[in-house]
């Protein structure tokens, strides 16, 4: 009984540690999505988008900000993942986003994932665009295991971390 309990526990634990916020949509396309919860307005949240020099073709109304995010490395320079796979290790990569406000939370939606080829080899040349659905989805129209399992898991902290509000010094309440 001891066994079971902690294989059970095991499972639960990895599943929850292995969440990502990558769906594939009812026409086939991966999406990246997750909602952050912050008091911020479109106000505040655009002079960071504007500012941050990641993002270009910026357009802005009155519940939503879209934008391309301009190509950026997968991996930082300290990073080594053996186990990712090649097509985005050796890649950049970019996408549309549309981040959407509502009371006290905003919604980024990534779509159009490209993967951005950095060096020629045999299998692609460099500045070659792969939209990441031809790596990532099997022919029975869900993830690879192998690109779900490490890969999107990689990807997954570089999105979510470029879309999470932080106030601005020149903002802070400190005195």
């Known amino acids: 009984m001891r066994k079971i309990a902690t294989l059970l526990c095991l499972l639960i634990g990895y599943s929850c540690f292995a969440q990502h ?5 009812e026409n086939a396309k991966i999406i990246w999505q997750k909602i952050y919860e ?5 106000n505040e949240y655009q002079e960071i988008i504007l500012n941050s020099g990641k993002y270009k073709d910026i357009v802005i109304t009155d519940d939503k900000i879209t934008c391309w995010i301009n190509e950026c490395p997968i991996l930082e320079s300290h990073q080594n993942y053996s186990n990712m796979s090649i ?7 970019k996408g549309f986003a549309t981040i959407q406000f509502k009371d006290g939370r905003y919604r980024v939606t990534i779509e159009q994932i490209q993967l951005i080829q950095k060096y020629d080899s045999s299998l692609s040349r460099k500045g070659e665009i792969t939209l990441i659905e031809g790596p990532a989805i099997n022919r029975k129209g869900v993830f690879n295991k192998m690109v779900e399992g490490n890969t999107l898991m990689i990807i997954e902290p570089l999105f979510a971390k470029m879309f999470e509000y932080k106030k601005p010094a020149h903002l802070s309440d400190e005195w």
């Open 87 to 93: 097509f985005a290790r050796d890649s950049n990569i």
């Open 21 to 25: 916020h990558f769906q594939i949509t």
């Open 38 to 42: 912050a008091s911020v307005s479109i």
